[in-house]
């Protein structure tokens, strides 16, 4: 099952400190939760004026770290593919969840796929623009999955265009 997902994040160089977490299945089910133990006091002025003010209100999005590791268990599965855009960070803060790299759920890869380069392999083609609320992680997660699709559907055309224009090679 193909995941998508986003972060966002409080990070000083050393630490990464989970504020939210979307993530949108090939499904079309979608997860969205923010980190109650997260410490906002340690938010740079980037984070404090691009992504608190989208952190919600709504009490049953809020969960602690252990409770968010085991929604997301439940949520992806056994054998997920996890896909983010520039996924570095929001890969690190995600297995965090659950300890050690070692600690990953079993079945589930140690490793995440980038669009990003997905992106930079196609030409890095100018990809469709966002419609939702940049720096919240649903709003980007459902992007990173537009965008994903907007990608593979080019590359699937490129390898078609490519037979096309082998075949009609004499």
């Known amino acids: 099952m193909k995941i998508w997902f986003d972060t966002e994040f409080i990070e000083d160089g050393k630490t990464i400190d989970l504020i939210s977490i979307g993530m949108v299945r090939e499904d079309g089910a979608i997860l969205y939760l923010e980190n109650r133990e997260c410490n906002f ?11 608190l ?7 049953d999005v809020w969960r602690s770290r252990s409770e968010i590791a085991e929604a997301i268990i439940e949520f992806a599965g056994e054998k997920p593919e996890f896909w983010a855009y520039y996924a570095d ?16 759920p079993t079945g ?12 930079d392999d196609l030409g890095n083609p ?19 999955r537009r965008a994903h699709s907007f990608l593979t ?4 055309r490129m390898a078609s265009d490519a037979v096309s224009e082998g075949a009609s090679q004499p």
């Open 41 to 51: 006091a340690r938010a740079s002025d980037w984070v404090k004026k691009n992504v």
């Open 53 to 59: 003010p989208y952190i919600s209100s709504a009490e």
């Open 89 to 104: 960070y929001d890969w690190v803060v995600l297995c965090q969840l659950y300890g050690t790299m070692m600690q990953l």
């Open 108 to 119: 589930w890869p140690m490793y995440c796929r980038d669009v990003k380069q997905l992106c």
């Open 126 to 144: 100018k990809l469709p623009a966002q419609t939702g609320t940049e720096h919240h992680a649903l709003a980007d997660a459902d992007w990173t």
């Open 153 to 156: 559907n080019l590359q699937n």
